[in-house]
């Protein structure tokens, strides 16, 4: 039988090439990390090393200061902030990082994204909004996610000048909210070219937020 953590080790891996798959990352930029239950440990993409190349066997275990704990490469340069949400946000198991297009202009202008879409009341329950600049290397990133995420609705931050990092309560759950961001990212960019967003008020946003976090999708049959 495989471990939590190889059954971690793979799913990250493959989780990567979900965003090959829907465009957000270009050649060895991004990545998705996941906590490992039970454990002060998590699995993260090695530094520089391109998306086809990625298997099981090369993803890095690290604890949550982001020492390696095992694998034969250096793990990602964002490691010091994934660490730090998994540290200040127990209630996270997966993040994200992407410089997807349309979001990451959001963020090279310092702006949130207005909740204006159905679709981004069901997923955000809120504007997607701006994190700090910050740079790469240490956990300033991490603190500005944290500080920009706790108590917000949304599981996606843009870092201002930088790119989308998301949240969830597993890796395949954050990489859903990358993908969502760019799409919502990308269709109100495209209504601003026509005119001025219309907002969708705030009563409306709860209940479409309450609605899909909470009835949409298939329910546990009762017994």
């Known amino acids: 039988m495989s471990s939590p953590i190889d ?14 798959r829907y465009d957000l990352v270009v050649w060895t930029a ?14 993260i993409k090695p ?3 391109a998306y086809d190349e990625l298997t099981p066997d090369n993803m890095i275990v690290c604890d949550l200061d982001g020492t390696v704990v095992a694998g034969d490469h250096n793990p990602s340069s964002d490691t010091a ?7 200040h946000m127990p209630e996270v198991g997966g993040v994200v990082h992407t410089h997807s297009t349309y979001a990451s202009a959001w963020a090279a202008r310092g702006e949130a994204v207005p909740c204006v ?6 997923e955000f329950g809120a504007e997607i ?9 240490d956990d300033s990133i991490g603190r500005g996610i944290v500080d920009t995420l706790r108590g917000h609705r949304s599981p996606a931050v843009l870092m201002k000048s ?7 309560k597993d890796a395949r759950a954050a990489v859903k909210a990358a993908v969502m961001c760019e799409d919502v990212a990308r269709t109100v960019h495209i209504s601003r070219q026509l005119g001025e967003p219309l907002p969708i008020p705030q009563a409306d946003i709860d209940h479409l937020n ?12 009762a017994r």
């Open 7 to 20: 059954l971690i080790r793979r799913q990250v891996s493959d989780l990567h090439q979900e965003l090959v």
């Open 30 to 43: 991004g990545n998705v990390s996941a906590r490992i239950p039970g454990e002060d440990l998590m699995v």
């Open 47 to 49: 530094s520089g090393v």
């Open 81 to 87: 902030a994934h660490a730090y949400v998994y540290r």
């Open 117 to 122: 879409l159905t679709a981004m009341a069901d």
């Open 129 to 137: 909004p701006i994190g700090p600049f910050a740079l790469i290397g």
């Open 162 to 168: 930088h790119g989308v990092f998301t949240i969830g």
């Open 210 to 221: 309450h609605r899909y976090q909470n009835v949409y999708g298939q329910q546990p049959a």
